[in-house]
């Protein structure tokens, strides 16, 4: 069964750090772009991070750069986000969500992250 | 940054209506638009591709159109499952100083 599932979410203290993890399964992970997507609680998708296939290239939206890094293990089937100096406007929903030719075809149901004192 | 705008944010429609959201962009980016699906609590779902190819397993009843700056998501006959809310995505540039940015959205509401 083809399916993305995300974890490591909580809550943390503003200015805290968060790793996020997906766990990939179903279809050959190392072939495959994979991005991070967030949705803050009643608004809108926020495309957040893109890494290719072999890790070479990776790309961030403004509001996360310099704080997040994306990353992935092929071995292990697996993508990560680690989230430095997080701040309360990060809470949101976090996807996992799978490339194909630069749009995304397969969504995890998300880990919640709330930065909050 | 290439700028997504849908309309309408909200869309009262009945069930067997023909339904239009329209997005636009900021430049031209082609046919490098996407559409997804998304119901309360549940993860977003790709409907339409590069502008008009409709994803594997998606109804009929959903099609795309446009191109450059001008795009639109059409379901022919609305169905009680489609109260959702979609969103627009251009993919016609991933660099470092530049991100795929979502549409803000457009709720389906029964009417």
């Known amino acids: 069964q083809v399916q993305l599932v995300e974890s490591g979410g909580g809550v943390v203290q503003p200015g805290g750090s968060l790793r996020l993890s997906c766990a990939a399964s179903?279809?050959?992970?190392?072939?495959?772009?994979m991005h991070w997507v967030r949705q803050a609680p009643g608004k809108g998708l926020e495309w957040v991070a893109f890494?290719?296939?072999?890790?070479?290239?990776?790309y961030y939206a403004d509001s996360v750069k310099g704080r997040f890094t994306i990353s992935r293990d092929n071995s292990k089937n697996t993508l990560y986000l680690q989230m430095n100096s997080l701040r309360p406007e990060d809470t949101a929903l976090f996807y996992c969500?799978?490339?194909?030719?630069?749009?995304?075809?397969?969504w995890g149901r998300g880990t919640l992250v709330t930065v909050s004192s | 940054d290439i700028q997504m705008t849908q309309s309408p944010s909200t869309l009262s429609a009945s069930v067997g209506d023909r339904v239009t959201i329209t997005c636009r962009a900021s430049?031209?980016?082609?046919?490098?638009l996407a559409w997804y699906q998304q119901k309360p609590g549940k993860a977003p779902k790709l409907l339409i591709y590069?502008?008009?190819s409709l994803e594997s397993g998606v109804p009929l009843r959903f099609s795309g159109s446009g191109s450059g700056t001008e795009f639109t998501l059409t379901i022919s006959s609305l169905q009680p499952d489609d109260f959702a809310t979609y969103y627009c995505?251009?993919?016609?540039?991933?660099?470092?100083?530049?991100?795929?940015?979502f549409g803000q959205g457009t709720k389906v509401e029964i009417k």
């Open positions: 430049q031209s980016i082609s046919s490098w």
């Open positions: 890494i290719r296939y072999d890790g070479t290239n990776k």
């Open positions: 969500a799978k490339d194909r030719d630069w749009y995304i075809d397969l």
């Open positions: 179903g279809f050959t992970f190392s072939n495959y772009g």
């Open positions: 995505q251009q993919y016609n540039t991933y660099s470092p100083n530049s991100s795929p940015p």
């Open positions: 590069k502008a008009s």
